[in-house]
């Protein structure tokens, strides 16, 4: 009989259990002793070997092998390798050695970086690994929570974090903190019941007989059994579905790599084309192979990714000094499009903690309660009577605000408490000195009208009251208080006492101080703001006036699951707000934005939140308290859970594909001359300039030193005053393509004239070579100086501090005077003493470059 009254209640709750009866009375009275002792050592560990541990799965890391065998697909890798074994091959050890030393330097500078990511991330994991309190062989243990395994009984109190999901066979006044599955800042109630049930229940709802994995328990205590860990638990099932969605390629790689196909394919006709017409015309196919490796190196854009990679890292540097973590390179260059910002409510917006916004009295008179403020007397006693009516060691983050903003009645000790129930949402504590005793209660207003008694206007006006409290986005609790006798005894329930109604208490988890301002920049900025949670309406709205979020439309989950996905696509221009959404439709969400072309960062830091970070092409994750699935699926972590350092990031975002696009733009124009210089000899029978130690040198050294430079370049004036570049918008448009091919015809004219004639005053093919090589080097300077800003004038560009620029500038003049006058270094390079009076031939031809490009730049503008 117990057992159908217990099944009736969870119907009533809208439960539908099976009941296990096949075995009769007395088995489940077995079963219960059983349970009752939990598991023993031995079951517990073959349970473990066969089911694995409680923990989610990691993705593998890839060993120093593989990181090496990656690195080494690359063709610029290639292209070296081959040049160092035909310089092997014709006996010149020297200049194979420096071209390995140059693949191994790539090698080992993706392998650093990519193991010291993974240490950060390793350690971020371990910041969240609870132990839980179980009962096996009938003695309670302390066991680390990868142990936990199904079948195990758990002990769970106040403060503890729920190790594994598990049915309760025994609870006292359980409250569960569900916020990081759910969304859902207040706790919910949990009650054990009598049977065993075997249904999906969904996270979230009062009155559950399950408890959570990751969820806190925050008040009571209970014993649960184990029904499933790892990845069969809720948490487990999140991360799996992590799995199946598929990363998009970044849109920067994608073209990146058409377009070093496309010179690959350019470039490698254009070698065999040097290679047969060299040895054919000039014998020597050894020499012949060396001078068409040097023409593929000098086309082929290598530095394109290897400046990409060197930017990323340098991008995922300068945003971790703001406290942000970069899980995928991919973000930063996301980041400097991003359209919209989809922002979860509870531990995003608001600090994840009750305060107390609001005390009423009965007579409706209302006081807004702020940090530091002084209480008035009359309000002031209602907040003392809320605190009794509280834990006195609180772990219910609303009791925790009474505490924090009053404390109880001094003098008085906690004599009984009542616990709240289904029947009843509310809670009483009675308080005595020893001759006298008072009670005090909180709960639902509902429930408060009912102890007190309250019926007709009286009652009318305290829901009347509660409505505009909740209207503003509070939790709202009522309270009570009644006299006892000293010495009498206690009521057996709560309706027992002459309950005298106190007053209204609204609880609101507060906005975070930083969250208005950067909702304003963003705004600045082009970039939308939509609020995603699990929260109801009339608080989300209310939270997402404080913070700033345009006015539009409240979409709640029960209405956006009755939408088709071309109504969700009419609806979200102007929504907002949505509020008490599901996990799946977070995800939904995030996915019809992305088809409407929005680029969309999502953040978040619940389990709830992990498929929609994943999905998003920025996700954010909260490192403090977020959880271990939601920052494996994000693409970046705030380690202090700042929103305000969404902003930061968004604003080193804009200024990192800026100044990567400077650069590439740089690359392209740097490549028509060393390409020119290398292709122009053979056609008209000029000294060879560049062999493969030249190319190496300016391509493996020159350039990424360069791209140091546009990578510490500041920001542009209007970096977040203007709208998110379009998520199709090319990484070179027509415009810059064109751009770059004139700075480089340009350079190319100028070293070319001079290579040109530098034979007719007497130089010989080495110091041709040597003079033309120190030509096109100042010349790369003056590229590099005009593709500093496109917006800023000459003067003001060189005023502007570059911290790399004067590291480059020196070590680049001393490695050219190196070459040039060192006989060692003029002997691997080919090089000969140059007469005096030509020595100012290359700054006074880059001088010229300079001025003649700025010229065309401000013509540009």
Partial sequence: MIHVMAARGLRAHGFAPTIQTACGARQMMHDLNTRARGLSRNEAAARLAAEGPNELPRARRRNPFRLVLDVLREPMLALLLGAGVVYLALGDAGEALILLAFACLSVTITVVQEARTERVLEALRDLTSPRALVIRDGARQRIAGREVVRGDLLVLSEGDRVPADAQLTEAEALMADESLLTGEAVPVRKRAVDVLVETALRPGGEDQPFVYSGSLIVGGSALAEVTATGAQSEIGKIGASLGMLELETPHLQRQMRKLVLVFAVLGGAVSLAVVLLYGMLRGGWLEASLAGIAVGMSMLPEEFPVVLAVFMAMGAWRISQARVLTRRASAIEALGAASVLCTDKTGTLTENRMTIAALQLPDGATFLATPGAALPPDYAALASAGSAASAPQPFDPMERAFHALAAPPPGESLVRSYALGPELLAMTQIWGNGTARRAFAKGAPEAIADLCALSGQDRDDLHARADALAAAGLRVLGLA??????????????????????????????????????????????????????????TALAIAEAAGIAEGRVVSGDELATMRDEELAVALPETTVFARILPEQKLRIVTALKAAGAIVAMTGDGVNDAPSLK????????????????????????????????????????????????AMRFIMAVHVPIAGLALMPLLFGLPLIFGPVHVAFLEMVIDPVCSLVFEAEREERDVMRRPPRRASEPLFSPASML?????????FAVAGAVLWFAPGFGLDAAQVRALTFATLVLAIIALILVNRTGSASPLAAMTRPNRALG???????????????????????????????MLALPPLSGLALLLALEAVKALRR
């Fill in 481 to 538: 208080t009644a006299e006892c006798d000293g010495d009498g005894d206690l009521p057996d329930a709560q309706s027992g006492f002459d309950f005298r109604f106190l007053g209204l208490v609204g609880l609101a988890d507060p906005l975070r101080a930083t969250v208005p301002a950067a909702v304003a920049e963003c705004r600045n900025a082009g970039i939308r703001v939509i609020m995603i949670t699990g929260d109801y309406p009339a």
């Fill in 615 to 662: 999905a998003a092409h920025i996700g954010v994750a909260m490192g403090g308290r977020g959880t271990d699935v939601a920052r494996e699926a994000a693409a970046i972590v705030l380690l202090d859970d700042d929103f305000g350092s969404i902003v930061h990031t968004v604003r080193l975002g804009r200024r990192i594909n800026d100044n990567l696009r400077k």
């Fill in 739 to 747: 751009w770059a091919a004139a700075q480089g015809m340009l350079a």
């Fill in 807 to 837: 590291a480059v500038l020196p070590l680049v003049a001393a490695v050219l005077a190196l070459v040039l006058f060192w006989p060692p270094a003029q002997a691997l390079f080919g090089f000969a003493p140059l007469p005096v009076k």
